[in-house]
């Protein structure tokens, strides 16, 4: 198991493979898919900041009120190709160092993972329960009126959130490989009878 | 007017009035989101036991499994996508659909508010969140009355993820070599399944539904998945293609999140319903390996008793 603090660099993130179990601590920020369209049609200066060196969580948590502030019940991951069109971008923009999220990216994440040095990481899709177990405390909110709870901005702060990296930043994807294995299954089925 | 429901012993057993099944609606909503079934756990801690220690589509059912622990127990939702929300809602002569629907509707409205259910409703052109789960067509309902005296609803929470790998075939498609026959509705699941990946979380649990129209072919496929997880399909031919469906997908390799695995799907559902001459659609409704459904079942009147199962 491999401790990332962050925010990282560009060194830590590039030492990581394919198939590493890592837990995150520190302050990651959710963004799905109004956020990635929201970072993606303009610059945000003011989001520069923010997400420097850190993760971006493709997720849309169950939260609810506690006092001033929220506490998240439920996050885990949303599926992570509908930000295909936005993730370069927005890693080369942002300075992100990591996205977190489910089911792969496509060969634009992958090649931008490389360039800027930055990694994929799975978490457990439906295990929301568990993610949340991390999340220590919610920092801040940005957008929730404008967007919703699903799809705001939460900035969380996390402790041994667990995840594997299943994109590095040297090329490698766990995805592309199990949909090349299953494509040659898949055609033999289709051959057959 | 209102039509009495049949009397038993000269009382009657329930009228209009003394129906509201709100607050047992609120308790199908937590135990869809927050429990996971039984038949499904089974299914996960065999999956489990199938995948060597070291890899990671074990870790992953280690996971799915803790988390269905942690979920149970503080009555939180198994996963934070808590779908769109479908109920089939069974009822006697008498009472008032309309009724029903608006008791259903504030029962989601209060499960939003305990936090069973996200907000999960956006505005189509706005884009604007309501942040309660109401909104045009939302949730889901199909009514139908019967000859029972009792009235079951069954609930379903059908993730986006999911939804969004869900497909819909017209046969015969050339670019599958599928025609209008059972090793044509094969070739359509193999096909929606080996495209899914890991991205409608797998395992997944298929319903397919060969016939219907483009809209009924999607309502009969996700209501396939009603029955018993063990239930097989009455018709023979369904039946046997039900069984080699996931021997053949389990064969694919894409295992749990798409990270390679012994166990790509935990069960395939097949039903069928009348077409029209010039269409023969199969529906493949693909919904995520916890498969969120509960019934309840609830009697009339002052001895009416329930069930959720």
Sequence with gaps: MIRIDLPT??????????????????????????????????????????????????????????????????????????????????????????????????????????????????????????????????????????????????????????????????????????????????KELIEQK | ?????????????????????????????????????????????????????DRMSRSVFVALLENAEIAARNSIPMCQDTGMVIFWVHYPKGLSQGELEGQLKKAVGKATKKSYLRPNTIEALTGKNPGDNTGEGTPVFHFKEWNKDHIRVDLMLKGGGSENVSAQYKLPDIGLSASRDLDGVRRCVLDTVFKAQGEGCAPGIIGVCLGGARDTGFAAAKEVLLRPLDEKSPDPRLSKLEEDLVTELNTLGIGPMGFGGKTTVLAVKLTTLARHPATYYVTVAYTCWALRRYSMSMGLGKKGGVRYD
């Excluded at chain 1, 709870?149 to 040297?170: K, R």
Aim: glycine fraction near 10%; proline fraction near 3%.
């Design chain 1, 9 to 186: 660099d560009d060194r830590t993130v590039r030492g990581l493979k394919c198939g590493d179990y890592v837990e995150i601590f520190g302050v990651l920020m959710t963004g799905r898919d109004a956020a990635h369209s929201y970072l993606f049609k303009q610059h945000r200066p003011e989001f520069v900041d923010r997400l420097k060196g850190t993760f971006i969580y493709h997720c849309g948590p169950v939260v609810k009120r506690a006092g001033d502030g929220w506490k998240v019940l439920s996050a885990g991951p949303t599926t992570s190709t509908r930000e295909e069109p936005f993730q370069a971008k927005v890693i080369a923009d942002y300075g992100i160092k990591g996205v977190i999220g489910k089911g792969g990216m496509g060969q634009k994440t992958l090649d931008a993972l490389k360039e800027f040095g930055a990694v994929y990481l799975s978490a457990v899709g439906g295990a929301g329960a568990l993610a949340a177990a991390s999340v220590k405390k919610v920092r801040n909110v940005y957008l929730l009126d404008e967007m919703g709870v699903p799809d705001a901005f939460w900035e969380l702060e996390v402790e041994a959130f667990p995840a594997i990296v299943t994109m590095d930043a040297h090329g490698e994807s766990l995805h592309k490989k199990v949909q090349a294995d299953s494509e040659r299954v898949f």
């Design chain 2, 1 to 53: 007017m209102y039509i009495g429901l049949p009397k038993r012993g000269g009382r009657t057993l329930a009228t209009k009035k003394s129906v509201d099944i709100t607050d047992n609606a609120v308790e199908l909503i937590r135990l869809c989101a927050c429990v996971l079934r039984d038949d499904i756990r089974k299914r996960i801690v065999k999956a489990r036991d199938l995948e060597p220690k």
